[in-house]
Nanobody, 126 residues
Framework: VQLQASGGGLVQAGDSLRLSCAAS????????MGWFRQAPGKERELVAA????????SYGDSVKGRFTISRDNAKNTVYLQMNNLKPEDTAVYLC????????????????????WGQGTQVTVSS
């Protein structure tokens, strides 16, 4: 599967953005999906992940209550709605996919993901 992330940009603190990650192929519903981010000099960290069945999700502690992950299997797309953005959210956001999980499992470990998109830059000014 190939992944194409979009929707990043430059915003002010308190603003919202919605990222999209479009996947190629016809087996999108076989993939658990995740959003990760990486800021300069920092390790890649989990932002949010969602199960194949989209019934289960998990969030990084720093974004809980502000970000929401969702997926539309008919459109082969996973979304990340980001509200009340903060300067510390500035990073390259990457989407990832893995077909190594059963339907109800949320994959939060970066090493379990086999497919990565190119990333989209999110910059939040104070």
């Amino acid at each position: 599967v190939q992944l194409q992330a979009s929707g990043g940009g430059l915003v002010q603190a308190g603003d919202s953005l919605r990222l999209s990650c479009a996947a190629s192929g016809r087996t999108f519903n076989k993939y658990a999906m995740g959003w990760f981010r990486q800021a300069p000099g920092k390790e890649r960290e989990l932002v949010a992940a969602i199960s194949r069945s989209f019934a289960f999700s998990s969030y990084g502690d720093s974004v809980k209550g502000r970000f929401t992950i969702s997926r539309d299997n008919a459109k082969n797309t996973v979304y990340l709605q980001m509200n009340n953005l903060k300067p510390e959210d500035t990073a390259v956001y990457l989407c990832a996919a893995t077909d190594r999980a059963i339907a109800s499992v949320v994959v939060t470990d970066t090493t379990q993901y086999d497919h990565w998109g190119q990333g989209t830059q999110v910059t939040v000014s104070s």
